[in-house]
Each structure stands twice: as C-alpha cells, then as structure tokens.
C-alpha cells in the first residue's frame, strides 16, 4: 500500500468514526455537515485515480429545513393527538379535576395505573356522547397556530445553536458533538419557543376549560380580546414562568434523545459499514422506526421527570379567581404551594396518563416526520 492510499484509509476512518453524531435520517443526510473532511478526502487523492463513494455527502441540510420539517411534524403529532391533549388539559384543571376523578386511587402502582387509563377512556367517551365530536378537537385551531411555530422555532433554535456551538467550540480537528452541547441548544431552544408561543398555548388552555353549555368564547380571536380587554396585555403571558421551567423537559428530551440517534447509528455503522448501499430498505426502515422511538421514550422519560410543571403551568393559564374575587394562583411558587396544601401531592400528576398517550405517541410521529421532510428537503 502506498503512502498516499494509507493516507487516504486514515482520514476515511476517522470520518466514519466522527460522521454518525451527525447523521438525521440516514448516513447520506445530517443535521450539520463537516466539509473539512470530504475537502481533506477529495486533496488526498490523486485526480487521476478513480473516485470513491464518500463515507458521507456533501449536501447540507440547511437550517430553513428544520424550520419547515418541525412544522410539518408538530402539526401531524396534534391532529392526531389532539383529543387526549383535551382530556390531560381537563384533567390538569380544578375545574375538572373532581368530574374526572371519581374513582379512590388503589394504593397498588399497577392498580393506579388501568385506573388512570379507565379515567381517561372514561373522560373521552364522556365527552363524545355529551359535547358531541367537536369537543374532542377543542383548541385545535391555536393548537395548530400555536405547533407550526413552536416546533418550528424549537427545531431551528435547537440546530442553529448547535451548529454554532460545534463551529466554535470544537475540540481538536474533528467537530464533534457533545453532551454539553446538546444540553444548551435545548435549554436555549425551550426559552425562545417559550417567550414566542405563551400567547397561543393560553388561549388553547382557555378554550379546552370552556364548557359547551356555557361558552365564554366564540372562537380563538375572541378569546383572544376578551383576555386583552379584561385582564390586559400581559395576561397573555400567564404561565410563562412554569413554561420556562417546562423548557426543562424538552431540554431532557432533547439530550436523551441525541444519545440514543448517536447509539442507534454508531451501530448501523458496526453492522453495515460507511457505504450506504449495503443496506437494504427494510434496514433503513428499521433504522428510521429506531430513531423515532428513541424519540418517543426520550419523551416519555423526561415527562416523568418535569410533569408538574404542566399542572402548574395549566392552573395559572387558567386564572381561577378564590372567593374573595382575586386571582386564586398568583405565581409559580405560589400555585405550587397551594395546590399541594389543597389537593395533595397526586394531584400534581393530574392528567398524566392521557398526557403519556398524547405526548410519546406525539414525539414519535413528529420526529419521525421531521426526519422524513428532512430527508426529502436536503
């Protein structure tokens, strides 16, 4: 073997070995692109040898891909989710919470859990034979207003940042993804989806807790004024501070979910080699069914982790008022105290089962869009 040709077998090893915390939806796709390396590659070879199949392609995705491939996705998990967001919403609520909750909780975690999945069942079928279908799509319209953006936002918040963290912090030759990384690009992703979309998510809130007998609101743009008008500006922005600490569990996710794509492709690589041509459509469909439950189970954990938040932050986007006619819940601290003094440490689960079935089902389709509309957009 000459000199050259060794050279050559280095630098594509150490591209194999440095490709797959980057690649998306498959070893031909990534999320951001070295071209160092394939420069490296093409000036180590003679331009008269023949050409090799790069271990890795040169399109880059580009970040406005993330940003419509987030929003394609986020709208396919909501609409088919849709329905179990309004039962964990109710269910969130003081409101509803006694409806619900008629059963006396088994002290069997086992038992908990079909009795949750009863309720749930129960609040659906509940709410199909007396609110009629409609209801189980309730706040769909600023669910869906609320999701192009948000997950957009979050996709392309969460890559740019990466991207800059791995263009200006590297470590040695190669950029490499780290923990660390992904760490920050979700926290920065969760406070700027946060601040943008609180508006949105409020009026979604209001409009799930407004009872069809009597409705306060019309639709989502007279919600919107009735808020502004008598409650002021701001008021839009109840919650933000439970959001903020939300930003917590997108940000788990997001890591949870980047060690699991960087195992799930470290291992394609063992199994199948650089050359993507040595796996069969079955492989790529396992690999991409792989991937999005590694994102449904990154979810799933980070939800079990943070998902008090999401009954706080439900109770102040609510604003009920106590009996001496001023606001029940005044802040983050606050309703966490009151809640617990009041209903008990279980009730800050309120919800959580029909928010399962909702959210990693959710995740799953959504990643699972988001890479197939990344892969069709690169």
Aim: net charge positive; hydrophobic share 35%.
């Amino acid at each position: 073997m000459t000199p050259s040709e060794e050279k050559r077998l280095r630098i594509i090893e150490r591209d194999a070995e440095t490709a797959y915390p980057y690649l998306v939806s498959d070893e031909q796709s990534s999320t951001f692109r070295d071209r160092e390396l394939l420069d490296e590659l093409e000036s180590a070879t003679p331009k008269n040898a023949p050409r090799q199949t790069n271990t890795t392609s040169a399109t880059t995705t580009k970040t406005w891909v993330h940003f419509v491939a987030g929003g394609v996705g986020g709208t396919m998990g909501a609409i088919a989710t849709c329905p179990l967001d309004v039962v964990k919403t109710r269910l969130q609520s003081d409101v509803y919470h006694t409806l619900y909750n008629k059963t006396v909780k088994s002290g069997n975690p086992v038992k908990q859990v079909f009795q949750h999945l009863g309720e749930t069942g129960g609040a659906l079928r509940e709410m199909y034979v007396n609110e009629g279908v409609r209801s189980l799509f309730k706040g769909l319209g600023p669910n869906l207003v609320g999701v192009i953006p948000a997950r957009s936002i979050n996709f392309f918040t969460y890559g740019a940042t990466k991207e800059f963290l791995i263009r200006n912090f590297k470590h040695g030759d190669a950029k490499k993804e780290e923990t660390w990384m992904h760490l920050l690009s979700g926290i920065n992703a969760g406070f700027v989806t946060s601040t943008a979309t609180n508006p949105i998510w409020l009026i979604k809130t209001r409009l799930q807790l407004d009872k069809s007998g009597s409705k306060l609101y019309k639709n989502s743009w007279d919600c919107l004024r009735h808020v502004v008008k008598n409650e002021g500006f701001f008021s839009l922005y109840r919650g933000l501070s439970a959001s903020y600490l939300g930003g917590i569990e997108s940000t788990i996710q997001w890591v949870l979910y980047e060690q699991m794509r960087m195992f799930i492709n470290k291992r394609s690589l063992q199994i199948h080699g650089t050359n993507p041509n040595n796996k069969t459509t079955r492989d790529h469909v396992m690999e991409w069914s792989a991937r999005s439950g590694a994102a449904g189970l990154a979810k799933f954990m980070a939800s079990l982790i943070t998902y008090p938040h999401e009954v706080v932050r439900t109770r102040l986007r609510q604003a009920p008022l106590a009996s001496t006619g001023k606001p029940k819940y005044t802040g983050l601290i606050q309703c966490f105290k009151l809640v617990l003094k009041e209903e008990g440490f279980a009730s800050m689960y309120g919800g959580l089962t029909p928010h399962l079935l909702r959210t990693v089902p959710n995740s799953i389709i959504m990643f699972g869009t988001w890479e197939l509309v990344v892969r069709l957009l690169s």
